[in-house]
């Protein structure tokens, strides 16, 4: 029994002098999982100025680098949990994905309209949540933080956060602005599960509150960039 305590012992002053050591050589402790939310919210503008957004409306383009193809794009949001997004491609028509009321549907040009249900509407509400951004606790259950990593070429801090539905996703905070620089889970489609990563860049600052302007959606080996070029607040609402 003493040859243990004292071999834990070891073990804890050489954990200890480990730490001190790191943060000797300007490795800061890691944040917690409720400290890397704080630093983006308040990095996005402070939760006061993001809860006083009522509705948005962003414009801008989408990008299929890959396959040469570029589109418009129009994306409408209110409280407490209406979304709707529109994209325009020249030749292939308009798709429009939306839920309002717990509703959600599609509008394919391919395959026409239909409803989003089961697993993929509950990942939608996950997504559409209009205060997403503040990880509320009414969405998300858990932020845990994992570890020191590198996300698009930035220094980040890792988390794995759960939401209250169950569903899981890890995301990245840039380790010098705070900012939310991306996330890796899986989306519910037609063809089932499918690993997502997207890739959050160029923040702005539009009103009081800073947002991502471009957008890069990584799943089946393929990208869609979505670039917003500009943003109105509390201004529009999206069609039922």
Same mark, same amino acid.
């Given at each position: 029994m003493v040859t243990r305590t004292r071999r834990t012992l070891t073990i804890a002053l050489l954990a200890m002098l480990a730490v001190t050591t790191l943060t000797a050589h300007g490795q800061a402790p890691v944040p917690s999982g409720a400290e890397l939310v704080a630093r983006h919210v308040v990095a996005i503008g402070g939760e006061t100025a993001w809860r006083a957004v009522t509705s948005s409306r962003?414009?801008?383009?989408?990008?299929? &680098?890959? *396959?040469?193809?570029?589109?418009?794009?129009? @994306?409408l949001s209110a409280r407490p949990g209406r979304s709707v997004?529109?994209?325009?491609? #020249?030749?292939?028509?308009?798709?429009e994905v939306g839920?309002?009321?717990g509703i959600g549907w599609m509008i394919d040009p391919m395959v026409g309209p239909s409803l989003v249900t089961g697993a993929a509407l509950v990942q @939608?509400?996950?997504?559409?949540?209009?205060? /997403? #951004?503040?990880? &509320?606790?009414?969405?998300?259950?858990? $932020?845990?933080?994992?570890? +020191?990593?590198?996300?698009?070429? +930035?220094?980040?801090?890792?988390? #794995?956060?759960?939401?209250?539905?169950? *569903?899981? *996703?890890d995301e990245f905070f840039d380790a010098d602005t705070?900012?939310?620089? %991306?996330?890796?889970?899986?989306s519910d489609t037609p063809m %089932?599960?499918?690993?997502?990563?997207?890739?959050?860049?160029?923040?702005?600052?539009?009103?009081?509150?800073?947002?991502?302007?471009? $957008?890069?959606?990584?799943?089946? #080996? /393929?990208?869609?960039?979505?670039?917003?070029?500009?943003?109105?607040?509390?201004?529009?609402?999206?069609?039922?």
């Open positions: 962003a414009i801008g383009t989408v990008e299929l &680098p890959a *396959q040469n193809i570029r589109g418009t794009l129009e @994306m997004l529109r994209i325009n491609i #020249a030749g292939l028509g308009r798709t839920i309002s009321d @939608m509400k996950n997504d559409t949540h209009f205060d /997403a #951004a503040l990880h &509320p606790p009414d969405l998300i259950a858990s $932020v845990v933080t994992v570890g +020191r990593v590198e996300f698009d070429g +930035r220094p980040a801090f890792k988390a #794995a956060v759960t939401y209250v539905t169950g *569903q899981t *996703q705070g900012l939310l620089i %991306g996330t890796e889970g899986t %089932g599960k499918v690993p997502m990563k997207v890739t959050l860049r160029d923040y702005k600052t539009f009103g009081t509150v800073k947002l991502p302007t471009r $957008v890069i959606q990584s799943a089946l #080996a /393929a990208e869609q960039h979505f670039v917003i070029e500009n943003v109105e607040l509390n201004t529009a609402k999206p069609e039922a």
